[in-house]
């Protein structure tokens, strides 16, 4: 049997570390946000024989001092651009100058627009706001969730502090993910939109439901054995789960590496976000959630 649970320092001490980090980052960094949070416009196109080099639409887009303007190809034959928010004349301008780039060898290239969308910095405010709002809602049903279906459960855990320990074990997911992009934007240029805040969510549920298990295997074990103390009884709970965790996190991660390797140019961001925060949550609702209960009940006791 794992002693995991007696073991707790050695992972608070790994998490400490990987949160230290994540903090030190937001406050040197912070977030990148895409034009979803900062307004801005994005165009996709597409080429009907053969898309020319990023450096060429960037010297074909030069002359109109597009700010931000970023050229991320998608596909065989597209191109996704993003940059501030613009008229409907330089609109057309980009398409116009996109459209008349020369291919070596190749004739009849026609670029067609597939999809134009322009957000404003005020759109852009409030979708900030209502991502804060949302994750801070989701966790707060989260507590009250594991509240209530622990209800029963008052020795030597209030059934409450199972929802809090629940939520920090969130709360360290988030900040570690939160953590790596803050370090991926400043070193790689990743931004956060949208999508990204689905992910994190994502996450959320499914670090949760891991989380749960465990506990409701405690709770199960409370009713069953009485001759081990809580620490114990919590690593053999534990024990119990953590092959299912691991499995179910496993082919949870084949799917979205699928995704990640072969799937469009605009999601494989938040397949790996997804994949970052899977392995995390799983992560922590093996070693760190349980092991909160844990310290909890023994300061509790001193």
Do not use: C
Not at 107 to 130: A, W
């Amino acid at each position: 049997m794992h002693k995991i649970i007696q073991a707790r320092n050695i992972w608070f001490t790994v998490s400490g570390i990987f949160l230290a980090l994540a903090i030190v980052s937001l406050i040197l960094w912070g977030l990148k946000p895409g034009i979803d949070f900062t307004g801005g416009s994005l165009l996709e196109v597409s080429y009907s024989a053969q898309r020319p080099s990023i450096d060429q639409v960037n010297t074909s887009l030069s002359d109109l001092n597009l700010r931000s303007l970023r050229v991320q190809p998608s596909g065989d034959k597209n191109f996704i651009l993003r940059f501030e928010e613009i008229s409907e004349a330089t609109h057309q301008n980009i398409l116009q100058k996109m459209g008349s780039i020369k291919i070596d060898n190749v004739d009849n290239n026609q670029l067609t627009e597939l999809s134009f969308e322009s957000i404003g910095p005020v759109i852009g405010k409030e979708l900030t706001q209502k991502a804060i709002q949302a994750i801070i809602l989701v966790l707060i049903f989260i507590v009250l969730y594991i509240a209530y279906a622990f209800r029963k459960v008052s020795k030597p855990i209030a059934s409450w502090r199972y929802g809090v320990a629940a939520v920090i074990a969130l709360g360290h997911d988030l900040l570690v993910i939160v953590g790596i992009f803050s370090l991926w934007g400043h070193f790689g240029g990743a931004e956060v939109d949208t999508l990204f805040v689905t992910a994190l969510l994502t996450i959320l549920g499914f670090s949760v439901h891991d989380t749960i298990v465990t506990f409701d295997r405690i709770r199960e074990n409370l009713a069953k054995i009485h001759d081990k103390d809580f620490a114990e009884l919590a690593n053999i709970s534990i024990n119990q789960t953590i092959v299912r965790s691991i499995n179910t996190s496993l082919t949870t991660l084949l799917a979205l590496s699928a995704v990640f390797f072969f799937g469009g140019t605009s999601i494989r961001t938040f397949a790996l976000t997804l994949i970052m925060g899977i392995i995390v949550g799983t992560y922590s609702s093996i070693y760190i959630a349980s092991a909160l209960l844990v310290t909890w009940d023994k300061r509790s006791h001193n």
